[in-house]
């Protein structure tokens, strides 16, 4: 029956119409070129996973296939192509492509599968210019060397491989799976996002208060400057007004030089004169010779007068115990200055310390968190404090020894020095009880009122009546008793207002009580 049928005509017309168009015998049958070149892809790939060539895949050929022509591990993906059969022929094999999602992929959908599942972007002009619909994919698994490499224009072969795996994967076993929501992750993340914010935020607030607080640091440090040169500016005048003091020291002697020479010159003329009228025979110039002499007479009161007024009778000790109380005092002062110095030095060191640290983040924090800040600000108002404890006691001494100057007529800051004054002062020098050292290049810790309390008096406590002149000479030293003091004067000028001994010869200035007349006796 088989060797008569053969020789049947319609026979040898069917299985030479099969041989030659293979969509007439499939269901469903093909629409159009595309339908036919997918059918040939797909026979290729069916011959391809038939090992055994029997015309069927069987489940074992299905998973070799993955293992070792894929690369995969998912064992249990045969599943979704062989479902309940296990011999899977051609025909079957299209019916399935052709009722398969992926076969109804439109463009856009292949495009987007290009890019996100095959991560080959920069073909995506090519499948475009070329229409590459899901209808299209069994060519590319098939990997047609002519469709691949001179219509898709896909020449790296790395390339045509990964894209080979990836539409064999779509076209045997559907569309690739997207992956199970993982709600975990999303929770990690959305807590290290917050964590990371909150960070963030901390980090700012902190920088944020560490350079306010720095800032009004450096304000402190810059009036600390301000108070420094302040100090500074009023030292150079102190210096300056001490220079114009020697100055005036200066002129003052060679004009007392100058009148007391005058004075000489005219008590030798008012002596001649008297002499020359003593001499004289007649009463007329006897009383020219009278005339003469009181006028000469007139003007070395006058000069006197204005002697007097220039240089009061003082004594010449209260001078030098003025100039050794200034001297101690001065002392004292700079120690304090010295203090208040070296309080400025470490503020400074601390506070360039303080702007080395600020130059990282973690170097802000760090400077945010520790007590650095707190000490550096409490030195500073410290050091600006003992700055200008410092200019204000400069600025009292200055003006009270000026106008100790002025009242008593003689200089006292411009003097022969401490141990000079030390020396003629103190004959026993177990009253000295403070060297006389230049000032140490430490600070003092207790300060300048401790040294007050522990230090015991230098000058030797004496009354008026025991006062001895020390201008006069041995043999002429006597108590002298002093007078009461003028109601009119300041209490520390009394003794500078007091009238001295008089010598025989010398023109004595007397004051009364109220200080308005004086009486001038030859």
Known sequence: FLRALVHEPW????????????????????????????LEALRHIHKQLDDDNDGGIEVNESVEFIIEDMKQQQTNKHSNLHREDQHITVEELWRGWKTSEVHNWTM???VRWLKESVELPQYEKNFRDFRVTGNTLPRIAANEPSFMSMQLKILDQRHKQKL???????????????????WMKDFVLMVSIVIGVG????????????????????????????????????????????????????????????????????????????????????ELS????AEEELVQVRKALKRAEKEMQSERSVPEA?????????????????????????????????????????????????????SSLDEVDHKILEAKKALSEVTACLRERLHRWQQIEKLCGFPVVNNSGLPSLTASLYSDHSWVVMPRVSVPPYPIAGGVDDLDEDT???????????????????????????PPEPAELPAV??????????????????????????????
């Not at 030659?20 to 070149?37: H, N, T």
């Not at 004075?263 to 009228?277: F, N, Q, S, V, Y």
């Not at 030797?460 to 000479?473: A, H, I, L, M, N």
Request: glycine share 4%; aromatic share 8%.
């Open 11 to 38: 026979f040898l017309w069917l299985y030479t119409s099969a041989s030659v168009y293979p969509c007439l015998i499939v269901m469903p049958p093909c629409m159009g070129e595309a339908d036919r070149f997918s």
């Open 108 to 110: 856009e959908d292949t």
């Open 164 to 182: 080979n795996l990836k539409a064999l994967d779509a076209v045997l076993f559907g569309p690739p799976l997207r992956p199970q929501h993982n």
């Open 199 to 282: 960070g963030c935020w901390f980090a700012y607030v902190q920088n944020k208060s560490s350079k306010v607080h720095i800032s009004q640091m450096m304000k402190d440090l810059e009036s600390l400057q301000h108070a420094e040169q302040s100090l500074l500016d009023l030292q150079s005048r102190l210096e300056k007004a001490q220079e114009e003091n020697r100055t005036v020291a200066v002129e003052k002697q060679n004009l007392e030089l100058k009148m007391r020479d005058e004075i000489d010159g005219a008590k030798k003329e008012a002596h001649r004169l008297r002499e020359l009228r003593e001499g004289a025979e007649c």
């Open 286 to 289: 006897r009383l020219k010779y």
């Open 318 to 370: 209260l001078q030098k115990w003025l100039q050794l109380t200034h001297e101690v005092e001065v002392q004292y002062y700079n120690i304090k200055k010295q203090s208040a110095e070296n309080q400025l030095c470490v503020a400074k060191e601390e506070a360039e310390k303080i702007k080395k640290k600020r130059g990282s983040v973690f170097g802000t924090l760090h400077v945010a968190h520790s």
């Open 456 to 482: 015991p008096p230098i000058i030797p406590q004496f009354t008026g009546e025991d006062y001895v002149d020390s201008s006069r000479t041995d043999t002429q030293q006597q108590h002298v008793p002093f």
């Open 493 to 522: 000028l009394a003794d500078v207002c007091r009238p001295r001994p008089a010598v025989h010869g010398e023109l004595v200035p007397l004051l009364s009580p109220r200080g308005r007349r004086r009486h001038y006796h030859v």
